[in-house]
T-cell receptor, first 110, second 117 residues
């Protein structure tokens, strides 16, 4: 069965501090991992996906198949990073349904 | 970029009535759309996959006779909550996958808040 676990419901850090949002998954096939973000009063939107291997808004995430993890990191948090972050998984191959983690609410304190 | 709209953004209905929620892809075609449900302070749970020209595929535990899905065209999917009850009150979100190189990305609608009194 597909499963995504985000162990932290809430995470609070100070501006300028490093941020790491944890995500672990279980999936028997070849997964595609995503981070979606939801800012206050906005719709869910893609932040990044593992196959792109890109940095978006200073965030990066590396897929670690050995540890089945896809942690989201940013070296210096900014206040505008405060949002709800969801890790999600789908079967590799496009146009597939997503399984979401429980979400982590990140708050950046000034 | 690809935009998905939902209508209405919120609706209040009485117990026992039916409510229809529309999901539209505004500037692209979507043969597949997904319907999610989100309870307060919880994650999104996939309810069903809407397929243009064929029957929807429901996730385990979702009553297909209660949550009717119709994918009438390449840009429109509807979710009808039939004989709604207070426990159906929730936030309903649809999404559509991108295309081409962005096929694995999902574009989400803004959601519809349903309150059943």
């Amino acid at each position: 069965a597909q499963r995504v676990t985000q162990p932290e419901k809430l995470l609070s850090v100070f501006k300028g501090a490093p941020v790491e949002l944890k995500c672990n998954y279980s999936y028997s096939g070849s997964p595609e991992l995503f981070w979606y973000v939801q800012y206050s009063r906005q719709r869910l939107q893609l932040l990044l996906r593992h196959i792109s291997r890109e940095s978006i808004k200073g965030f990066t995430a590396d897929l670690n198949k050995g540890e089945t993890s896809f942690h989201l990191k940013k070296p210096f948090a900014q206040e505008e990073d405060s949002a709800m972050y969801y890790c999600a998984l789908s079967a590799l191959g496009g146009a597939q349904k997503l399984v979401f983690g429980q979400g982590t609410r990140l708050t950046i304190n000034p | 970029g690809a935009v998905v709209s939902q209508h209405p953004s919120w609706v209040i209905c009485k117990s026992g009535t039916s409510v229809k929620i529309e999901c539209r892809s505004l500037d692209f075609q979507a043969t597949t759309m997904f319907w999610y449900r989100q309870f307060p302070k919880q994650s999104l749970m996939l309810m069903a996959t809407s397929n243009e020209g064929s029957k929807a595929t429901y996730e385990q535990g979702v009553e297909k006779d209660k949550f009717l899905i119709n994918h009438a065209s390449l840009t429109l999917s509807t979710l009808t909550v039939t004989s709604a009850h207070p426990e159906d009150s929730s936030f309903y979100i649809c999404s559509a996958p991108g295309f081409g190189q962005g096929a694995s990305e999902q574009y989400f609608g803004p959601g519809t808040r349903l309150t059943v009194t």
